[in-house]
């Protein structure tokens, strides 16, 4: 095993270091932001190819020359739109305008030259789309363009990628061919922007975004680490010319009371050269704003600068990216790019949106005489007192020796021989009438708060203070704004070279940082800085006391609405990922297109997640309870070679993958369990073979199928998560997890009906093993019972897929996406053996995932005068999603009902209008947007979180709908005495997804 290891180590070391030879070697990087175009040049009458014809890009220097049979190809050229023009002596020369080239695609051209008169010099303009259709590939991929990203109704990238087929949107996330909602790689030019702790991404602005493009099927060798499908971003680069872009979004009118969700966002991008040559450059930037649809009770910091005064926001967020291209030498470019994100997120919780005055009360320390020691005072149990004005007072006032004055008000108490402490007088009016007896007088030490909040008193005791009885202790609480607020920072830094050996070999040496940082807290506290109950107090010859009660709901008659403390939850996350990737793709033998790559992955994983964030489980011990604290360090990477090989008129596109990874070595196993692996797998390989063939049957229609074995290494966070078995944390973290495996195959066919119609049909079939569940454990040395991640649900899917898409012509466009599938398993989450039993029951067939939608149709709609006006309708059908009933009366519920029921179909339709004008040259567009004209209500949380739970009542969502047919949710609690429990709705807003709003823009292109 040793001597294996070791040769692994030396062909990693191999490859890394052939990588950076080439890398250094051209001394320059750039990002992958090319095409290409190939194509053939025959004779239009014979239709024999034209070898030795010039094929030029216009504007450009590069070009290509047909040989072989009238081939070309054009290699390395940025995406963006050209015109390319086919010269030959004695043929009229041919111009193809409106040629379109997108990311690691292939861009298929034909030109047909007619035979001219020597030294007539014409050109003739033809406007064609190119080929829509790739007959040689065998995935299933769909492309988005900027321009028609601009031109949907949608807020972020990612909802026009969920138009496409395969993609089930469910409580926000996206659900590929049956996947799990994290068996989803990002990528922003081919390098991977996933959080490695979270499965987040890196976020971009929409002016920011070139294309974006959706691989569901087919996936070639050089992805990996995806199970379900991949999405890569291509970004925006500078031109040859200056060009911008500002836009404006509102739906804020003028008049606070008519403003929807009080939404603004400001996105500026704008490029173009530099004054140093062959230097261009772009730079975009984003800012959003907004307070969401529901209505919290939060109040926001006011600004001012300059005279504008701003108000902050609920959802706050900044997206911003820059980039350089340099075209070093022919053949030689590099670039560098920087992408920031930032936002900060105060979610509505609705059980935390309550305001008012409400009765305050603090509980001090209670004082008595010393039995033994004359003169001198103990502390013995506590005083409950009504909290006011009177503690300023008393914190201010003169204290007089209660050896000097036994009826004193303000008293110093000696408890020691060295020590004496304030008191103050208390007395229980109440109990004892309006002149109670001093010999029953009690006095409380107010330097020493046990505890301070908002809870029904547990007493009557007041302070008398001047003769008066008690003191105001009304004060404004707003539970709103105790709850925690996210901030999350991501950033990636990346460097690309490009170097091209050859016309027919190339090859990219791509280096990343990538770092996020994401912190929840209430108002940007340390965990120490929670105000809570239950903390520990230093008392004078007492040491350490912990005294008060967790009651987070402190009105009996409305249990649901939370009146104390902040919000007890902490999170910190800390994750930097260094990425360096090489390609080289070569063309160099006849009928083969070879590519063959690396990755390699380093990551610096630190977290931290506190429940009751301010207290301590021992004194002097660290803060939080429930802890999930760990800092650790993995490697991990891949290597993969691939061949599209073309041969009497097959084309097999095979492929093999080598994934590598490792927990690092300072992890290992903590459980104490015979059943339970004790050493920890330093390594951990999977070699994933695929296989691809297309059927051209025309230069318009091709056949394809597709088998590959899929792996996706889990979340770091799974791996990681602290092992401590007295902890009680959630579950606890496996360094010993395995791979999860996916087997996909895939049938289909393309068809291109004319220059601007083109459709597609799919089939597939995926199978899923050893995905994340959880299994309950016991710790031979303690005895405890946790929860711990184990690779053990296994899950399939299968559908159908129908796709239409027309071009923009005739005035008017259309995409028609419709997918009929399948997803069923015997786990939706991770998480699921906590609620089967610790996945002691595992059912003979399996069940519907969560996300499994029959029938999805979506369906886009333009029609437009080009330069004057256009309206685009988007419409979203989806079958109703799959749900759990529960029943407050069964003892054990049937695991056989999991996902029983169906929720509502949905019917989202959305639109955007807009209308051009000219103004000095330049395109203003103004627009409008409706967000769900049929304001169809969408379930997209059954059960929304209610934490902490309730004191005096019984959160009941689920049973509420299961009984009722509501949603909504609900809470039970007995108010009429009879023993039994009723259902009080509390009308949830978070059960449901966004309502219809309308919004205004103003866009200007420069």
């Known amino acids: 095993m040793a001597r294996v290891l070791r040769s692994r180590a030396s062909l990693f070391a191999c490859a890394l270091f052939c990588s950076l030879t080439l890398a250094f070697a051209a001394h320059a990087q750039q990002t992958t932001q090319f095409g290409s175009i190939r194509g053939t040049v025959v004779d239009r009458d014979s239709g024999q190819p034209l070898d030795f014809c010039n094929i030029v890009i216009l504007g450009s220097t590069m070009g290509s020359m047909a040989r072989n049979g009238g081939q070309f190809n054009i290699n390395l050229v940025p995406v963006g739109t050209y015109s390319l023009k086919a010269s030959f002596v004695g043929y009229d020369p041919q111009t193809i305008a409106d040629v379109r080239v997108d990311a690691d695609k292939a861009t298929i051209l034909e030109f047909r030259l007619k035979k001219g008169v020597a030294g007539m010099v014409q050109t003739i303009t033809v406007t064609s789309e190119a080929k829509k259709v790739d007959v040689k590939a065998s995935d299933v991929s769909h492309v988005t363009t900027d321009k028609e990203i601009l031109s949907l109704p949608v807020e972020e990238v990612e909802e026009a990628v969920a138009l496409n087929t395969g993609v089930v949107v469910q409580g926000g996330e996206l659900h590929v061919r049956g996947g799990r909602s994290n068996e989803i790689q990002v990528q922003i030019d081919g390098v991977p922007v996933d959080d490695p702790l979270s499965g987040g991404s890196v976020d971009l602005g929409l002016l920011s975004v070139a294309q974006s493009e959706l691989i569901t099927g087919g996936m070639d060798a050089e992805y990996g680490n995806a199970n379900s499908a991949v999405i890569n971003f291509t970004t925006k680069s500078g031109g040859r010319n200056f060009e911008g872009n500002f836009r404006y979004t509102t739906d804020d009118y003028g008049r606070a009371d008519k403003t929807y969700t009080n939404y603004d966002r400001y996105s500026l991008g704008f490029g173009g050269p530099t004054p140093f040559k062959d230097l261009t450059y772009y730079i975009s930037g984003e800012g959003t704003f907004q307070d969401g649809e529901f209505l919290t009770t939060k109040r926001y910091e006011q600004h001012e600068f300059l005279g504008i005064k701003w108000k902050e926001r609920a959802n706050n967020s900044f997206r911003t990216q820059g980039r350089l291209d340099w075209r070093l030498s022919r053949g030689v470019k590099m670039s560098g790019e920087l992408t920031l994100s930032k936002s900060v997120v105060d979610p509505y919780v609705h059980n935390w949106t309550t305001e008012g005055y409400t009765s305050r009360i603090v509980i001090f320390p209670r004082v008595r005489p010393n039995r033994f ?566 379930v997209v949380n059954l059960s929304p979180i209610v934490f902490p739970g309730l004191e005096n009542a019984n959160a009941a969502y689920t049973s509420y709908a299961t009984e009722t047919g509501n949603f909504g949710g609900a809470y039970l609690q007995d108010t009429d005495g009879d023993g039994r429990d009723e259902f009080f709705p509390v009308n949830d807003p978070r059960v449901f997804g966004q309502r219809r709003l309308f919004r205004l823009g103003l866009g200007f292109e420069f």
């Open 373 to 938: 020691r004359s003169g001198f005072f103990v502390i013995q149990g506590s005083v409950t007192m009504y909290d006011g004005p009177w503690r300023e007072r008393a914190a201010n006032a003169t204290y007089t020796s209660i050896n000097d004055d036994a009826e004193c008000t303000y008293c110093l108490m000696p408890v020691s021989g060295n020590q004496v402490i304030r008191a103050v007088r208390v007395i229980d009016f109440q109990l004892q009438g309006d002149d109670p007896d001093p010999q029953l007088w009690l006095y409380a030490f107010v330097d020493f708060v046990m505890f301070e909040g908002f809870q029904n008193p547990i007493s009557t005791w007041v302070p008398e203070l001047e003769g008066d009885a008690g003191d105001t202790n009304k004060v404004y609480y707003n539970s709103a704004e105790h709850v925690v607020a996210t901030s999350n920072t991501s950033q990636q830094a990346k460097w690309t070279l490009t170097h091209t050996i050859s016309p027919k070999t190339f090859y990219e040496v791509k280096f990343s940082r990538l770092a996020f940082d994401v912190k929840t807290t209430v108002n940007g506290a340390t965990p120490e800085e929670f105000d809570t109950a239950r903390k520990f107090v230093w008392l004078p010859g007492r040491g350490p006391v912990r005294v008060g009660n967790v009651d987070y709901y402190t009105d009996p008659d409305v249990p649901f609405f939370a009146l104390a403390y902040d919000y007890p939850l902490y999170q910190r996350r800390n994750t930097v990922s260094y990425i360096m990737r090489t390609d080289i793709t070569t063309q160099r033998w006849r009928g083969h297109k070879v590519k063959g790559g690396v990755l390699l992955q380093y990551n610096d994983l630190n977290n931290a997640a506190l429940a009751s964030p301010g207290r301590q489980n021992d004194f002097g011990g660290p803060y939080g309870l429930d802890r999930n604290v760990f800092h650790n360090f993995n490697p991990e990477g891949s290597l993969y070679v691939q061949d599209r090989w073309e041969y009497e008129g097959m084309v097999v596109n095979g492929g093999i993958r080598f994934d590598f990874f490792s927990p690092g070595s300072g992890i290992g196993v903590e459980i104490n369990n015979t059943e339970i692996r004790s050493d920890v797998q330093r390594w951990q390989t999977q070699w994933s073979p695929r296989l691809g063939l297309a059927f051209p049957i025309t230069d318009r229609d091709v056949f394809h199928f597709h088998y590959g074995r899929f792996v996706q290494f889990p979340d770091k966070n799974f791996i990681f998560a602290s092992q401590d078995v007295n902890q009680a944390i959630g579950t606890l973290g496996n360094p010993n997890l395995q791979p999860e495996t996916s087997i996909s195959y895939q049938a289909g066919i393309k068809h291109q009906f004319s220059n601007n119609l083109s459709g597609q049909f799919a089939i597939f079939n995926k199978d899923y093993f050893g995905l994340l569940s959880s299994i309950e454990i016991t710790d031979d040395s303690t005895g405890t019972r946790n929860f711990r991640y184990i690779n053990r649900a296994f899950a399939s899917s299968r559908g159908v897929e129908l796709s239409a898409s027309k071009a923009f012509a005739n005035n008017f466009a259309f995409d028609v996406s419709y997918t009929f599938s399948f997803a069923d398993g015997v786990s939706s989450n991770p998480d699921f053996g906590r609620q089967a039993a610790g996945f002691a029951f595992i059912p003979t067939g399996e069940l519907p995932l969560d996300w499994d939608q029959r029938h999805t149709l979506n369906t886009t709609l333009t029609v437009a005068r080009a330069g004057d006006w256009s309206a685009t309708f988007v419409h979203q059908y989806g079958s109703g999603l799959p749900w759990t009933p529960t029943f407050r009366f069964e003892k054990k519920q049937d695991p056989l009902l999991e996902n029983s029921r169906r929720f509502p179909s949905t019917n989202i339709l959305n639109f955007r209008g807009e209308k051009f004008f000219k103004i000095y040259g330049r395109n203003l567009r103004l627009f409008f947007d409706g967000r769900n004209l049929l304001n169809d209500r969408v």
